[in-house]
């Protein structure tokens, strides 16, 4: 079965370190990902997306997501985190249809 | 600008009782959806609408069904309420036809059944 794994149930960094985010899937066709966030009490936004092409993605907020097709993994990361990114983080996955996979969440916090 | 929005932001209900959850996007998307989203578990589907009047079953779509009358509004039935319905609700819009299209949220409705 199709399944996105993000392993990191909760993470914590200081403002101003670098910051990278988890996310594996499972099924072998080159699926197309994406990342969203979610602050406390809102809905989702998405901060960057990969279809095809050079598999480093810049996003919204500083983002950036590399795809590694060997590894399977699509992980996100930001290079100085600031206290607003404080939120949830989903990773998501599509193959072929208009349905997306999402992961369980990386609740990430944010020390001054 | 997309937009999606949700009727509620926060509803409280009694066990038994009929709700409705809608969902209204501007974007003309084909696509709608309706997930749940609990602590530890994510997002999961509970239904899909392709198209006007045409539903497709998500993950879990027990207890809940679905009216797609219009292509902007799709909304969610819950017929008989009950605790275990206490969630998070999430819509989702995305456009369709031929790569996997971005999907845009509302800002949730957090339903609590008493």
């Known amino acids: 079965a199709q399944s996105v794994t993000q392993p990191d149930i909760h993470i914590t960094v200081s403002e101003g370190a670098s910051l990278e985010l988890r996310c594996n899937y499972s099924y072998g066709a080159t699926p197309y990902l994406f990342w969203y966030v979610q602050s406390p009490g809102q809905g989702l936004q998405l901060l960057l997306k990969y279809f095809s092409g050079d598999t480093l993605v810049q996003g919204i907020k500083g983002f950036e997501a590399e795809f590694k097709r060997s590894q399977s993994s699509f992980n996100l990361r930001k290079p100085s985190v600031h206290w607003s990114d404080a939120a949830e983080y989903f990773c998501a996955v599509g193959y072929n249809t208009d349905k997306l996979i999402f992961g369980t969440g990386t609740r990430l916090q944010v020390f001054p | 600008d997309v937009k999606v929005t949700q009727s509620s932001r926060y509803l409280v209900k009694r066990t038994g009782e009929k709700v409705f959850l809608e969902c209204v996007q501007d974007m003309d998307h084909e696509n709608m959806f309706w997930y749940r989203q609990d602590p530890g578990l994510g997002l999961r589907l509970i239904y899909f609408s392709y198209d006007v009047k045409m539903k497709e079953k998500g993950d879990i779509p027990e207890g809940y069904s679905v009216s797609r009358e219009k292509k902007e509004r799709f909304s969610l039935i819950l017929e008989s309420a009950s605790t275990n319905q206490t969630s998070m609700y999430l819509c989702?819009?995305?456009?369709?036809?031929?790569?996997?299209?971005?999907?845009?949220f509302g800002p949730g409705t957090r339903l609590t059944v008493t």
């Open positions: 989702a819009s995305s456009l369709s036809g031929g790569i996997v299209y971005e999907q845009y």
